[in-house]
C-alpha cells in the first residue's frame, strides 16, 4: 500500500492546471525519460482560453520550461524513496528520489525543458517532448541563460 504523508499542520496546496501537452505518447513506459534526449520530436501545450494574454512575449523567448502533473504515475510510484536511477538498471544500487530525475515522485510534479518553435493563438508548439498526451500543465516559464546557467565556478560541481 502507497505511504500517505500527512501532516495536518500543514496547509494545503491546490493547483490548476493551465493547459494540457499533446503528444503521440499514452504511456510513461514508452515516453522519451528527457526532453533533451528527444529534442527534435514536436509537441503542443494546448492553453485554457482564460490565459492566452499570459503569452504574450513568450515566443520572443528560445526555450521555456514547463512545469506539469506527472499524472500517469501511481500511488505506488509516487511514493517510492528509493529508486533505480536510469543507467544503474542491474547494478542493484538504488538513490534517493531527490537525487535522480525520475518521474515517480511524492508530488508528481514534471520539468521540462523544451524548445519553442511558434505561440499562435492559445497553442505553443515546441519540440523537445518527454510527457504523455494528455499531461496537465501547471505553468510554463522561460528558460533564462542568466538565471537557469549556474555560476561558472558551480558548473562543474
Known sequence: MAQQFVDPDRTDVRLHPIGVVRT????????????????????????????????????????????????AQTDEEAYEMRVVPRGLEGTGQTRGVFATRTPNRPNRLGLSLVKLLDVTGNVI?????????????????????????????????
Open 24 to 71: 503521440g505518447y499514452d504511456r510513461p513506459e514508452v515516453t522519451p525519460p528527457q526532453a533533451t534526449e528527444n529534442p527534435d520530436e514536436p509537441g503542443r501545450v494546448v492553453l485554457d482560453e482564460r490565459f492566452v494574454e499570459g503569452l504574450d512575449g513568450l515566443a520572443r523567448h528560445r526555450y521555456a520550461w514547463l512545469l506539469t502533473w506527472l499524472h
Open 125 to 157: 508548439r515546441f519540440e523537445g517532448v518527454d510527457l504523455v498526451d494528455g499531461t496537465p500543465v501547471l505553468d510554463i516559464k522561460p528558460w533564462s541563460q542568466g538565471s537557469d546557467t549556474p555560476p561558472p565556478l558551480l558548473a562543474g560541481r
